[in-house]
């Protein structure tokens, strides 16, 4: 399976945090199943157009954090979390956009007051929308 | 475990020098040589595979220096830029004599890659296009099943849709085992795909031998809203009336305020501006 992971241009964080906070949101989010088969280091390096170091750390990373487990001679697969592990990947990573666009806004306007009053009217709309 | 040592190495031919160039490939790993045309590229593949005698220093292959003896030749499979001995002799006739070198070669993977390029089998090599001579050389490498490969810009003449046809089956050359290629490329989107380490070379010299994403992490591209005069301290390469420089990413902090007001965005290089930027 092709991952659906997106390297941010304009991210400081590191290409190899960005691959293991994504692959975990994807899957603390269920979007990836446990016992699916990751692609290997090789083809997922491909894929995003980064060394295998890199996507090695990744899986690394994860693995130690017990969401992927790697099978000697099979491959690479997702494990399953347990409920808080699911909730606290899932807060984080909601965390992390959040901030994110924050961060983005704050380069149109410096105005911290400004940006929260207008969150709080998006909120309120999105609310509006989603009843 | 590496494979390949390359120690203090040096090559004079005419009045070209190559080196000191100094590299450890590790298993598994694929390091794609970088270069202006005539930076030395061809010449230091074809000193590593002892076709040409170097000057000094060392080179080993699975830890056997290259001029004791030819052993390590049969685990490594060479592709030259220029495809020189294959000229009146046809894809089966060259299967035939490859086969004697490497017995264990993957007639199944030959198929595949036959059948795949429309190759002629009994048409003699000279006969045949550039693009078609390439898949045929490729078609006779690959196979051979070593641990090694090193091809000198396999991909040159070669069509877009069988270009992704190879870097597939490159990919999973390499996942079957601790597999490692060294190739020499102008094509970014190969280098892009299947390096992880880059061999920068300019004028014979070795300006880098380092991992992709340390390298793109090592820098940083502003994009300002007014153009900076002065040249900054770890200053790469600027573009766009000076809108655009690249620096070293550990510079940004200590930029003047004057420079950092302006900044509108601040970008991770991209690989081709940053090869660009390191030869000019």
Known sequence: MKLPIQLAKDSRQPIYDQIEQQLKALIAGGHIASGTALPSIRVLSKDLEVSVITTRRAYQNLELAGFIETIQGKGTFVKAIDDKTQKETRDQAMENILKEAIRQALQYDSDLDHIKTKLLTILSELEGELK | MSCIKVKELHKFIDDFHLGPINFTVEAGTVTAIVGA????????????????????????????????????????????????????????????????????????????????????????????????????????????????????????????????????????????????????????????????????????????????????????????????????????????????????????????QDIKENIISELRPDLEELISALLK
């Not at chain 2, 060479?78 to 070198?101: A, C, N, P, R, V």
């Not at chain 2, 045949?128 to 099943?145: C, D, F, N, V, Y």
């Not at chain 2, 880059?198 to 014979?204: F, S, T, V």
């Not at chain 2, 900076?228 to 690249?246: C, F, G, M, N, W």
């Open chain 2, 37 to 256: 045309n005539g930076s030395g590229k061809s010449t230091l593949i074809k000193t590593l595979m002892n076709v040409w005698k170097r000057t000094e220093g060392l080179i080993e292959f699975f830890d056997q220096d290259v001029t004791r003896s030819d052993d390590w030749k049969r685990n490594v499979a060479y592709q030259s830029q220029k495809i020189e001995g294959y000229d009146i002799y046809t894809l089966t006739e060259m299967k035939s004599f490859i086969k004697m070198w490497y017995p264990q070669f993957d007639e199944d993977l030959f198929e595949d890659m036959v059948n795949t390029f429309q190759l002629p089998k009994n048409k003699p090599f000279h006969k045949l296009s550039e693009g078609m001579q390439q898949k045929m050389a490729l078609s006779l490498t690959i196979p051979r099943q070593t641990d090694v490969m090193i091809l000198d810009e396999p991909t040159a003449a070669i069509d877009i849709p069988a270009k992704k046809y190879i870097m597939d089956l490159l990919v999973n050359w390499l996942d079957r085992g601790e597999r490692s290629i060294i190739f020499a490329s102008h094509e970014a989107d190969d280098i892009k795909k299947l390096a992880d380490y880059l061999l920068i070379i300019k004028d014979g010299k070795q300006i880098e031998y380092v991992e992709k994403e340390t390298l793109i992490e090592r820098y940083t591209k502003l994009i300002l809203s007014k153009p900076v005069a002065e040249k900054l301290a770890t200053e790469l390469d600027r573009s766009h009336d000076q809108r655009e420089v690249i620096l070293e990413a550990g510079e940004v902090k200590q930029l003047h």
